[in-house]
């Protein structure tokens, strides 16, 4: 897929204020600090597409990107981020599983996972939730320009024995870096032939 067109078209904290197009749309969520927003604009093309900031939590609305006039990406706010208060944490929790429970729209989410730490509870959690609430999701391993192949290896392994203890498969899996442009072909071409077989009524 070549990306020809990605712009913002609107922020929000609830779902049902979400844009009524009847598009196809892909959700990216993770936990703060995994490098969402660079990973967007690496697979946007766009340098800025997605705000980037050293300071984790600052995504804390739901974003709608048009992309080539015809999907939706969407950038959820990050999970798990210590220094945001318990009452915010409880606002983005709810909005956060009203937009996945109710929005006709979505296709599948990307569940975005640093590659170079060892398999994190909030992230078992929460894919744990996706399945239950029979959401498709993807993981995307972000950052494996930081680690050697056999290390990134040895990481997703990891992450392989943990989730068949509960999960009958491996749930789908991107490797990527945005600073290398790692991945960006694969989950593109992954979403295009989504597109392909979605009947827009």
């Known amino acids: 897929m070549h ?6 078209v609107t922020s929000n904290s609830d779902a049902s204020k979400c844009p009524k197009d009847r598009l ?25 597409l997605a705000k980037t900031s050293g300071r984790p939590g600052k995504t804390q609305l739901i974003n709608h990107f048009i992309i080539n006039k015809n999907w939706f990406l969407v950038d959820l706010p990050g999970y798990g981020y210590a ?10 929790q709810k909005f956060i599983t009203h937009y996945f429970e109710n929005r006709e729209q979505l296709v599948t989410a990307f569940v975005l996972v640093d590659i170079r730490h060892k398999p994190q509870p909030i992230d078992q959690e929460f ?38 203890e ?3 498969e491996m749930p789908n899996y991107f490797i990527t ?25």
């Open 24 to 48: 196809p749309e892909y959700a990216f969520i993770g936990r703060s600090n995994v490098g969402k927003s660079s990973l967007i604009n690496m697979l946007t093309s766009r340098k800025s």
């Open 127 to 164: 894919m744990q939730y996706l399945g239950e609430s029979g959401i498709p999701f993807s993981i995307i391993f972000t950052k494996a320009d930081k680690l050697k192949p056999k290390a990134i290896e040895n990481h997703v392994e990891d992450y392989k024995t943990i989730l068949l």
């Open 83 to 92: 220094k945001v208060s318990k009452s915010t944490k409880k606002v983005f």
């Open 3 to 8: 990306i020809k067109s990605a712009e913002f």
């Open 166 to 168: 509960t999960w009958e």
């Open 177 to 201: 870096s945005s600073s290398k442009d790692i991945g960006k072909d694969d989950v593109l071409n992954y979403i295009d032939g989504l597109n392909e077989n979605i009947i827009i009524e």
